[in-house]
């Protein structure tokens, strides 16, 4: 099977389990994953026993009381959730309330768990069209992207003049900008998921839903083609809320 085969496998399977995952494209599950950081993997009510990983480290990923993992890995978890840096939570002084404090943390911890990276752009960026006041702070304190390119918009983002005083008008032009700008910027697979992610959190909204429209009409990508039934379905039925 070619790389890029088991690539669609997995991102087309409907199973998050990471032994099923492995069988899936033929690989062995209890060396699968070495090599490999698992950063914002959700590995709740998972028997990971007799598989080993590189570096997992307890701020990575979600694990519940179900998850079962041989001795030594659960110690090393435990070991370097005992000695993770604390989440920052200076938010500046404009926060007002304790409620919104800890829901801006709560939405900077759940985008960051997500796997994807095109995922967490999307999020922000939907955040910023949905929440005017609340999205402005997310971004202001979701910091830096553990992924080059995604952080790479983050900062654009930041060098542009949003604020939670804009007009809707205005932060839609500031959301759409950005959007164009990854779209014509990312290459390969990770176009056709960019695109995927940005018709399944943005198409709620008329103007980035026009764009999107424009761009997957125009792309005859290779690696588009795979997902364009995909992304024509979130077109149609936009995710509409968390």
Avoid at 12 to 40: C, H, M, N, Q, W
Avoid at 104 to 117: D, G, S, T
Avoid at 142 to 156: L, S, V
Wanted: proline share 4%.
């Amino acid at each position: 099977m070619h790389w890029l085969d088991k690539v669609l496998v997995i991102l087309e399977s409907e199973t998050a389990d990471l032994r099923e995952l492995a069988k899936l494209v033929g690989g062995e599950p209890e060396i699968f994953y070495l090599g490999t950081r698992l950063s914002g993997v959700d590995l709740r009510g998972q028997d990971l026993r007799g598989m080993k990983f590189t570096d997992l480290r307890a701020e990575d990923v979600r694990i519940d009381e179900k998850t079962q993992l041989d001795p030594e890995i659960e110690l090393s978890l435990r070991r370097s959730e005992s000695t993770a840096p604390e989440q920052s939570g200076d938010l500046t002084p404009d926060i007002e309330s304790d409620r919104t404090r800890e829901f801006v943390l709560r939405r900077v911890r759940r985008i960051k768990l997500e796997n994807r990276q095109e995922t967490r752009l999307a999020l922000l960026l939907r955040d910023l069209l949905s929440m005017r006041i609340e999205g402005y702070r997310v971004l202001k304190e979701y910091g830096a992207d553990r992924a080059e390119f995604t952080n790479g918009a983050i900062e654009m983002l930041r060098r542009l003049p949003v604020s939670p005083e804009q007009e809707r008008e205005v932060r839609t032009s500031i959301v759409c900008n950005v959007m164009d700008y990854s779209i014509g910027y990312i290459y390969g697979m990770r176009k056709g998921i960019l695109l995927q992610e940005f018709a399944k959190y943005l198409s709620e909204f008329d103007a980035p839903r026009a764009l999107l429209r424009e761009k997957i009409d125009r792309t005859r990508s290779l690696y588009v083609q795979p997902l364009r039934e995909r992304i024509e379905e979130s077109m149609r039925n936009p995710y509409t809320g968390d």
